[in-house]
C-alpha cells in the first residue's frame, strides 16, 4: 500500500469508530479495525501495523484535536488530519504528500482542514481534560484525584499502556519465564511492584508463545494483579469472585491459594464466564467452580472467607487501551454504575463470613465510583469495618506500598506513578453477622 492509501484506510476505520452503524455503538475499537483489516487480505503485516499506528493515535489525540477546534464535532477524516498535523508534526508539504489525491489515496485538503491543522500545530497550554483524551465534564470528575498530581496525572492518559503478565507459579517462577521469552526473542522484564509481573517491551503475538499456550503466563495488567493479591486468599480459604468475568483474577487467587481451597467463580453474563473453565484447565487450577446467577444472589450466606467484588465500572483505568471509550459514556451511563456497584456490593455481603474480608475492586479513577461506593456501603452495613489496605501489601506483595497509593484505608493506583491501569481497592472485615 502507499501512505497514502493507508491514511485512507485509517480513515475509513476513524469513521467506523465514531459514526457505528445502529447497534454497534459498544463495538471495541480494537474489533473494528480487527474487523477492516481481516476483510481486505491485500492489507500486509506492515501495511496493518502503520494503519493501526495511526488509528490508536488519532483516538488518542481527540481531546486536543476536539479543543484546538473549538469542540465541533470531528470525522475519522478531521481527526487524521489533526493528529498528522499535531500529533505526528507533519507540515503543510508533507500533509499534500498524503492527501494528494492519489490512486487508493484521500482527497486533497479543503480550507477548513487545513485551518484544522494549522491550529492543532499552533495550540499550546490545552486544558487537564484535552490532555487527558476525555469530555470536560468526566475530567471534573477525576480532577479531586489526578488534580493533585499535576499535569503527568492528565498526560499518561492518553498514552499507550504496558503490555504485562502474570507469572502462573502453579506451573513456573518468573524468573524461569524471563528467561523463557528472552530464549523467543522476545524482551521483557519483571514488573516493579508486583513480584508475580512480567512486562513486555517488544511486540509479541502472545497466541503463539509456549509459554502461554502451556499456561505458565497470563495476560493480566500489573494493577489487576496487585488488586488479587490484596484480597489476601490462603491455602485452604472458601472465596467467592462475585463478578469474575472472564477470570482473571479468580486464576490469580487460585495460584496464591496453591489450589488449596475452593473458589467459586460467579457471573450473571454465561458468555462472560464461558472461557474460565479452559482458562483454568490450561493454568492448572482446580478449585475453581463457575457458577451463573441471578442479580442479587448471594450465593452461599456466610460461607466465605473471603468475597471479591470486583465491580462493574467505567473502566476509566484502562481508558489508554481503549481511547474510544470516554466518548461513549454519557451521564446516564455514568450514574446508572454507581447505582449498579452499590447494589452489587450490597448483595455479596452476606456470603461473607464473620472474620472474613469483603474486597471491593474497580479499573477506575473516579471517586464517585471508589470512595463514595465504599462509604455508602458501611454507613448502611455496620457490621462491616475497614482495613487499612495499605497494611496488608507488604504481607501479599513483600514491600511496603507506594506512598501515593495509599488513599485513606484503601490502595488507589494510577498510571503516571504506578505505570499499571487505574486501580482502587478497599477492603471491609465482617465483625459481627
Known amino acids: 500500500m502507499t501512505p497514502g492509501g493507508r ?49 490508536w493515535q488519532a483516538l488518542r489525540y481527540r481531546g486536543r484535536a476536539l479543543w484546538a477546534n473549538g469542540q465541533e464535532r470531528l470525522s475519522g477524516r478531521d481527526l487524521a488530519v489533526a493528529a498528522l498535523a499535531g500529533a505526528s508534526g507533519l507540515s ?29 500545530r499552533a495550540a ?24 493533585t498530581f499535576g499535569p503527568a496525572g492528565w498526560r499518561v492518559l492518553a498514552e499507550e499502556a504496558p503490555a504485562t503478565m502474570r507469572v502462573n507459579t502453579l506451573k513456573a517462577a518468573r524468573e524461569a519465564c524471563l528467561a523463557a521469552l528472552r530464549n523467543a526473542g522476545v524482551d521483557a522484564a519483571p514488573t516493579v511492584l ?4 512480567i512486562r513486555l517491551l517488544s511486540r509479541a503475538n502472545l497466541a503463539q ?34 463478578c469474575a468475568g472472564g477470570g482473571g483474577k479468580a486464576l490469580a487467587l487460585a495460584a496464591a491459594m496453591t489450589n488449596g481451597g475452593r473458589i467459586v467463580a460467579t457471573d450473571t453474563d ?47 483505568g484502562a481508558w489508554r487501551r481503549q481511547p474510544e471509550a470516554p466518548w461513549r459514556l454519557d451521564r446516564a451511563r455514568y450514574d446508572a454504575l454507581q447505582a449498579v456497584q452499590i447494589d452489587i456490593l450490597t448483595a455479596a455481603a452476606p456470603a461473607v463470613a464473620r472474620g472474613g474480608r469483603l474486597v471491593y475492586v474497580t479499573c477506575s479513577i473516579f471517586p464517585a465510583e471508589n470512595d463514595a461506593v465504599v462509604g455508602r456501603f458501611l454507613r448502611s452495613n455496620p457490621a ?4 487499612a489496605a495499605g497494611d496488608i501489601w507488604p504481607a501479599v506483595l513483600d514491600a511496603a506500598a507506594p506512598a501515593a497509593a495509599i488513599a485513606g484505608n484503601a490502595v488507589r493506583l494510577l498510571p503516571h506513578f504506578a505505570s499499571t491501569d487505574g486501580f482502587f481497592v478497599a477492603v471491609m472485615e465482617r465483625t459481627r453477622q
Open 7 to 55: 491514511v485512507q484506510a485509517a480513515i475509513e476505520i476513524l469513521d467506523a469508530i465514531l459514526s457505528p452503524p445502529a447497534g454497534r455503538e459498544r463495538t471495541p475499537a480494537h474489533a473494528v479495525v480487527a474487523g477492516y483489516t481481516r476483510k481486505r487480505r491485500y492489507i500486509g503485516s506492515k501495511d496493518r501495523r502503520a494503519i493501526t499506528g495511526l488509528v
Open 92 to 120: 503543510e508539504a508533507e500533509m499534500d504528500g498524503l492527501f494528494g489525491g492519489s490512486a487508493y489515496g484521500p482527497q486533497g485538503l479543503n480550507a477548513s482542514e487545513r485551518a484544522l491543522a494549522d491550529a492543532v
Open 124 to 147: 499550546s497550554g490545552p486544558p487537564p481534560w484535552a490532555v487527558a483524551n476525555m469530555p470536560d465534564w468526566l475530567a471534573a470528575e477525576a480532577e479531586p484525584v489526578l488534580g
Open 194 to 197: 508486583s513480584p508475580l509481573g
Open 209 to 242: 508463545l509456549a509459554e502461554v499456550r502451556e499456561g505458565w503466563l497470563e495476560s493480566q495488567d500489573e494493577g489487576s494483579q496487585i488488586a488479587a493479591a490484596l484480597v489476601a486468599a490462603g491455602p485452604g480459604m472458601q472465596v467467592l469472585d462475585y
Open 270 to 316: 454465561p458468555d462472560r464466564l464461558a472461557p474460565l473453565s479452559r482458562r483454568a484447565r490450561r493454568a492448572g487450577a482446580t478449585i475453581i467452580e463457575t457458577r451463573t446467577i441471578e442479580p442479587g444472589d448471594p450465593v452461599e450466606a456466610g460461607g466465605f472467607d473471603r468475597v471479591l467484588v470486583d465491580a462493574p465500572c467505567s473502566g476509566s
Open 384 to 387: 462491616f469495618a475497614p482495613l
